[in-house]
C-alpha cells in the first residue's frame, strides 16, 4: 500500500511540474505574430521565404497618412452661421436714436455714412474675438458663412470683430468725416456678433472629408508571395509587410481567436514536454524518479523558451545571441550525452514557437547542440569549455556559411550580423562555467570541476586526515586508486570514485588510534569487550557522515561515507563475540554498520576496492594465486550477501572489476629481483690460479701471496 501510494506521489508529482512548465511556457510566449524583421531597403531579404495567410489592404505609410490629413486640414472651411436679422434690429436701433434726437449735433451725411457702413460689417460678418482669433492660430483662411439655406466661402480676412469694425466705421474714411463727430453717434452701441461658429455642422463635414481619404494603396490576396530570401527589399515591400502586422494584430484582437491561438499553443507545448517524459520513462528511469533531476530539466526548458520570448521583442537577431548550447553542455556534465541531446532538441523546439524564422533557427541550434555534446564528457578544466565554446562558434559560422550560399546569396551581400551575433553567442557560452557552481547549489548535483577541487589532497579534511591518521590516509589513497582503475575499465564516474574514496573513511579522525593503519604497536581494542569495540569501528560511519556535513561535502560524497561497509558486519569483532560466547544470544544490530547499501555502480566499486585493500594487507604470502584467492572470496561473498542487489552493475562488470583488483595490487606487492652474491673462489692448484695475463688476475695473485708471507712473519 505504502508503495503503490509512493508511486502515486511521484506521478502526481510529474503531472503538475509538466502543467506548471506548459503554462509558463505558454503564458510567455508572444501573444500575436511578431514581425520584427531587421531589413535595410535596396538590400537583400536575410530571412525565409513569406507566404500571405489572409487577404489584407496594403496600408498607406504612416506619414503619407498624417500628410494628406493636414493637407485636409488646411483645405477645410469651417461653417459659421449668419443671423441676418441681428443688422436689421440695430439699423432701426440707430435710426429711432437719430429720430429722438440724440444725434442731433451730427450732420445728416455723417449720419448717412454711419449707416452705410453698419450695413456693409454686417453684411461681412462679425465674429467674436476669441473665434477670430482661433481661425489665425489653426491657419484657417476660408470659411463658409451659411444664411438660410445658402452658404458662401468668405475669407477671414473679410470678417470683422467688434473692435475692427468700430475702427473700420470710425477711421474708413478720415478725409471727409471728423472723427470728434462720429464719436458723438456711439457706433460701438450698434455693434453686435452676427455670425457664429456652427460646431456640429463643422465636425460632421470634417469626418467625411477625412473619411474620404483612402488608407490603402491596394491588395494583398492570400497566398500570394510577399518576399523571398534574396529578393532586395523595396519600399512597396515594406508597406507590404507592415500593412501584414497591422492587420494581424488586428485580427488577434479578437478575444475568442485569441483564447484559440492560446489552446493551440498549450497543446504542443505540453506533447512536446510529454515526449520528453516517454523517453525518460522507456530510456532514463532513473532521472524520471528523481525530482533533482526533474527539476534541472524542467527547469532549463521553461527558463530558455521564456528568454527568447522576451528578447525577440527587441531586435530580429537577438534570439541568435542566446547560448542555447549551454543547456546540453549542463546536462552532459551532470548526467549523460543522449539525455543532453534530447533534452536541447526539445527545448529548441519549444523555443522555435517565439521565433519569426522557426526552420532556420531549429536547423542552427541542432548542430549548435551536437557540436557541444560532442566536445564535452567531464568537464574538469576551464580550457575545455573554451575549447567547446571555439567549436560550437566555428561550426556554426560554417553552417550559416553554406546556408546563405545555398540561398543564393554571395559575399558582397552577406549580412555581417549574423555572425557578430554568433561570435558574441560563443562569448557568452564562456559563462556556463560559473553558472555551473549555482546549478550544483540550486539542485544538489555535483560537476566534474568540483569533484577535482575536493581531490586535491591540500583540501582542509584531507590534509587533517593526512596529519592525524596518516594510515587511513594511504589507506584511503590506495583504494581511490584501485577504485580508479577499476571505474576506468567498466565506464563508471572515474572522478567521481576517486573523490569519493579520498573522502570515505574521513570518521576515522575522531579516534584514529582505534584503527589498525594507525597503530604503533599499542591497540586500544585489547581492554576493550567485543561490542564496545565494534561501536567504536561502526561509528566512524556516523562521524563521517557529520564531519562532511559540518565542511558542506556534496550528497554525492557523503553517499560514499554511508554506503562503503553497506550493511555488513565488523567481521572480526563478530566472530571473536561468537567464539567467545557461543551459548549467549547475540545482537546482531550492535555489530552491524547502518547502511544502506550501495546504490550506484560507483559506489559498487568503492565497497570492493575498500575491503580489497583492507584484507591485502594481511597477506602473509603474496603471490598470484593468494592475491586471486583473496579478491574472488571478498567479493564474491559481498555477492552473496546480497550488497550489490540495488546497484546497477552486471556480472561482466564484477568480473572486469575482479581482473582489475588482482593486476593492480600485483603492481602494488610487487616482490623486487634478489640479487645474486658474488661467490669465493675456491682453492685450486697455483698453476691454476696464475693463469691469466689480465690486470686483476695478477693482482689477485699478488695480494694472496703478500697475505701468506704476512702470516708466515706473524
Known sequence: MAIRSNKFTRLLFRVALTLAATAIVVYFLPREQTFAYDYTIGKPWKYGQIIAEFDFPIYKPDQVIRAERDSVRKLFQPYFTMDAGEMDVQLRRFKNDCAAGKMEKVPPAYLRYVTKCLQEVYSCGIVESSDYTAMLDSGVNVVRVVSGTTSQPRTVKELYTTRSAYMHIMLGDSANFRHDLLSLCNVNNYLAVNVEPDNRKTRSAYQDLLSSISFASGMVQSGQKIIDRGEIVTQ?????????????????????????????????????????????????????????????????????????????????????????????????????????????????????????????????????????????????????????????????????????????????????????????????????????????????????????????????????????????????????????????????????????????????????????????????????????????IIQHVTDGLEMAEKHHLPAVLRGFIATHHGKSKTKYFYIKYLNGHPDEAINEDAFTYPGPNPSTLEQAILMMADSVEAASRSLQTITDETLRTLVNNIIDTQ????????????????????????????????????????????????????????????????????????????
Not at 515594406?238 to 485580427?251: C, D, G, N, P, T
Request: positive net charge; hydrophobic residues 45%.
Open 236 to 536: 512597396k515591400t515594406v508597406s507590404i509587410l507592415e500593412s501584414m502586422k497591422k492587420e494581424s494584430i488586428k485580427r488577434h484582437d479578437n478575444n475568442r481567436q485569441l483564447r484559440m491561438q492560446t489552446l493551440g499553443k498549450f497543446i504542443i507545448v505540453g506533447l512536446l514536454l510529454l515526449m520528453f517524459l516517454l523517453y525518460l520513462y522507456f530510456f532514463r528511469k532513473e532521472y524520471l524518479n528523481s525530482m533533482r533531476c526533474l527539476l534541472l530539466f524542467y527547469f532549463m526548458l521553461t527558463l530558455f523558451p521564456c528568454i527568447t520570448s522576451w528578447v525577440e521583442y527587441s531586435t530580429a537577431q537577438s534570439a541568435y545571441l542566446v547560448p542555447y548550447a549551454m543547456v546540453p553542455l549542463f546536462v552532459r556534465v551532470f548526467m549523460d550525452a543522449r539525455t543532453s541531446f534530447i533534452v536541447h532538441v526539445v527545448s529548441v523546439l519549444l523555443c522555435s514557437i517565439a521565433v519569426h524564422a522557426p526552420y532556420e533557427f531549429v536547423v542552427v541550434q541542432f548542430i549548435a547542440g551536437a557540436v557541444a555534446v560532442f566536445s564535452v564528457k567531464e568537464l574538469s578544466s576551464r580550457s575545455q569549455l573554451l575549447q567547446a565554446a571555439l567549436q560550437v562558434t566555428i561550426v556554426t559560422v560554417v553552417f550559416m556559411l553554406g546556408y546563405d550560399l545555398s540561398q543564393g546569396l554571395t559575399l558582397t551581400t552577406f549580412d555581417p550580423s549574423w555572425y557578430i551575433c554568433i561570435f558574441i553567442n560563443g562569448i557568452l557560452l564562456l559563462f556556463a562555467y560559473p553558472m555551473m557552481y549555482i546549478i550544483e547549489r540550486m539542485f544538489g548535483f555535483t560537476s566534474s570541476v568540483t569533484l577535482i577541487e575536493l581531490s586535491n589532497v591540500n583540501m582542509p579534511l584531507l590534509r587533517q586526515m593526512s596529519k592525524e591518521a596518516q594510515g587511513t590516509f594511504q589507506h584511503s589513497m590506495q583504494v581511490a586508486n584501485l577504485a580508479t582503475e577499476v571505474a576506468g575499465k567498466i565506464g563508471a564516474k572515474v572522478e567521481l570514485v576517486r573523490t569519493g574514496a579520498l573522502y570515505h573513511d574521513i570518521g576515522k579522525m575522531k579516534n584514529p588510534a582505534f584503527f589498525t593503519e594507525n597503530q604503533k604497536g599499542v591497540n586500544p581494542h585489547d581492554s576493550l569487550p567485543e561490542e564496545r569495540s565494534a561501536q567504536i
Open 639 to 714: 555477492m552473496a550477501e546480497g550488497y550489490f542487489k540495488n546497484c546497477p552493475i552486471t556480472f561482466h562488470d564484477i568480473e572486469v572489476a575482479k581482473e582489475q583488483f588482482i593486476s593492480s595490487l600485483k603492481t602494488v606487492y610487487h616482490t623486487r629481483i634478489q640479487y645474486p652474491t658474488l661467490n669465493q673462489p675456491s682453492q685450486k692448484p697455483k698453476e691454476e690460479r696464475s693463469k691469466g695475463n689480465s690486470f686483476f688476475g695478477n693482482y689477485k695473485n699478488w695480494n694472496h701471496a703478500h697475505r701468506d708471507r704476512r702470516n708466515q712473519k706473524q
